[in-house]
C-alpha cells in the first residue's frame, strides 16, 4: 500500500560497534602492558574435530585477537580424542600461566560429555563464562555471590549494543526467545539485572505471537529462519536479532544466504531499532570474548573487571558486572565509582 506511512527504524550496526570496542581494547592492552611488565593477556582457543563452521569461527577469534594485541594461542585436537585426553588438554591450559582465557569451540563431538569439559575448565581462566560458577553469580543479587568473571559473550554483546545506542532497560518489557545455556538463559539474566521485566519463551511456551507483541524489546535467539514476524511486533519494538541462519539463495555464490530469526524486511516497518542478520550481533560475540580475555588477565593482576563510561552509567542497573562499556584506565575507573 503506497498509503501507509513509513516507519523510521534504526539499524543498529554491530559491525561498527564490535570494531570501535575491539579498538578500545587494543588500547587497553597497551596500557596494561605498559604498567604490568609487558604482561601479554593470552587466550587458548581449543578446537576438536573439523566442522567447518567452528573452524571460521575460531579463525575469526583468532584474527580479532592477534589484531588488538592478544596472545592466541591454538589447540587443534582430532575428532576422535578421548574424553580423558581432551581433559588432559585443559588441565596443561589451566596451568600455563600465559593463558588468561580458555575457550572450547562448541558444539564437541558426540562421544566427550560436553558439561564434564567445561567444568574441567579453570574457574578463573573461563572465557566463555559457561561454567555453573559463573552462570550461578550472575543469577545472583548484589552481595549475595561474587561478581561473575566473564559474562557469556552473545549475551554481553546484545546488551553491550543496547547501552551503546541509548536503549534504556529499565522497566521495559523484555520478551526472549529461546532458553538456551549459551544465549537465552543468561540474556535474560543480565536482562533482568538492567531492570527489564523478562518473559523467556520456549518450545512450550503457548501463544509465542501474543506474548512478542507485547515487547519493548525482543531478543531472538531459537535458530529457525524468519521466524518472527512483522504483524506480531508491537510498533516501536527494539529487536536483537541472535539467529544466524542459512536460506537457500539462487543468486548468491554460496548457494544461500544468512538470514536471522526475525523476519527482516517485514520488522522494518515496525521497529524503532533493529540488528542485521549478518553485521548485527555476530561480530559482538567476538568482541565481548575478547573483552573476557582482557578481564581475565586482569583479574590475574588482581585489577578489577573494566568498567562502563558514565554517560552510560545512568541507565544501567545496581549490578556492577553488567557494565559492558570499558576504561581505559583503573583509576578512571575507581574515580567514577563502579556501583
Ligand atoms: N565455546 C563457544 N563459544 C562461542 O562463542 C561460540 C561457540 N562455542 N560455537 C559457535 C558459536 C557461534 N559464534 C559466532 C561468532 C561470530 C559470528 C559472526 O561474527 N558472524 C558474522 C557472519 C559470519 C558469516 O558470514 O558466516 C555476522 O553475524 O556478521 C557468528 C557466530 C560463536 N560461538
Redesign the pocket.
Known amino acids: 500500500m503506497t498509503t501507509e506511512a513509513t516507519n523510521k527504524c534504526t539499524i543498529i550496526d ?2 561498527k560497534t564490535a570494531a570501535t570496542i575491539r579498538q578500545e581494547l587494543k588500547e587497553e592492552i597497551e596500557s596494561l602492558a605498559q604498567s604490568h611488565n609487558g604482561i601479554v593477556p593470552g587466550l587458548a582457543v581449543v578446537l576438536v574435530g573439523n566442522r567447518v ?2 573452524a ?2 575460531v579463525r ?1 577469534k583468532k584474527k580479532a585477537a592477534v589484531e588488538i594485541g592478544i596472545h592466541s594461542i591454538d589447540v587443534t585436537l582430532p575428532i576422535t580424542i578421548s574424553q580423558q585426553d581432551l581433559k588432559a588438554e585443559i588441565e596443561k591450559l589451566n596451568q600455563d600461566p600465559k593463558v588468561h582465557g580458555i ?5 564437541l563431538p558426540e562421544h566427550i560429555k560436553e558439561s564434564e569439559i567445561l567444568m574441567a575448565i579453570d574457574y578463573t581462566k573461563d572465557a ?1 563464562g ?1 561454567s555453573a560458577r559463573n552462570i550461578g553469580n550472575m543469577w545472583l543479587g548484589r552481595g549475595t555471590g561474587d561478581p561473575p568473571l566473564a559474562i557469556p ?2 549475551p554481553a554483546g546484545c546488551i553491550d549494543l543496547l547501552q551503546r545506542y541509548e536503549i534504556d532497560i529499565t522497566g521495559k518489557e523484555c520478551v526472549v526467545l529461546g532458553r538456551s545455556n ?1 544465549v537465552g538463559m543468561p540474556v535474560a539474566a543480565l536482562l533482568q539485572s538492567c531492570n527489564g521485566t523478562v518473559t523467556v519463551c520456549h518450545s512450550r511456551t503457548k501463544n509465542i505471537p501474543e506474548i512478542i507483541g507485547r515487547a519493548d524489546i525482543l531478543i531472538a535467539a531459537i535458530g529457525k529462519p524468519e521466524y518472527v514476524r512483522g504483524e506480531w511486533l508491537k510498533p516501536g519494538v527494539v529487536i536483537v536479532d541472535v539467529g ?1 541462519n542459512d536460506k537457500p539463495d539462487a543468486t548468491k555464490k554460496r548457494g544461500y544466504r ?1 538470514v536471522g530469526d526475525v523476519h527482516y524486511d517485514e520488522a522494518l516497518q515496525k521497529a524503532s531499532a533493529i540488528t542485521p ?7 559482538m ?2 568482541a565481548m ?1 575478547m573483552k573476557n580475555t582482557v578481564n581475565l588477565c586482569r583479574h590475574s593482576l588482581g585489577l578489577p573487571r573494566l568498567t562502563l563510561r558514565n554517560k552510560i552509567h545512568r541507565s544501567l542497573s545496581h549490578r556492577d558486572f553488567v557494565h559492558t562499556t570499558i576504561h581505559t584506565t583503573p583509576d578512571a575507573a575507581a574515580a567514577n565509582g563502579t556501583n
Open positions: 554491530g559491525k563452521d567452528s571460521t569461527y575469526m575457550l572450547v569451540q562448541l558444539p566463555d559457561f559473550c552473545t549459551i544466524i544468512l542478520v549478518p553485521g548485527g550481533v555476530g561480530p560475540t567476538i570474548l
